[in-house]
């Protein structure tokens, strides 16, 4: 009645399923949501790890105090 037939995002060529609206399927909403994690954790992966180093250099600073101390 609307005139707008809605189709699967993904494929582009299936109406949506009911279970995996808007999808037309699961595999169509593993697809999307494969997409949207994947440029979720792709982020943090290209960050050096600035916290790990900074807590070994404290990690030394203290062991060198404690051996100037004894
Ligand atoms: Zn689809």
Redesign the pocket.
């Known amino acids: 009645m609307a005139g707008a037939k809605k189709i ?1 995002p ?2 582009k060529s ?1 109406e949506p399923a009911q279970a995996y609206r808007p ?3 699961k595999r ?1 909403a593993d697809v999307d949501l494969s997409r949207w994690l994947g440029g979720k954790y792709s982020i943090p992966a290209v960050e050096p790890p600035d916290e790990y180093e900074l807590m070994e250099a404290m990690e030394r600073a203290n062991r060198e105090r404690q051996q100037a101390d004894e």
Do not use: D, G, L
Request: charged share 10%; net charge positive.
């Open positions: 699967c993904i494929c299936k999808f037309c399927s169509c």
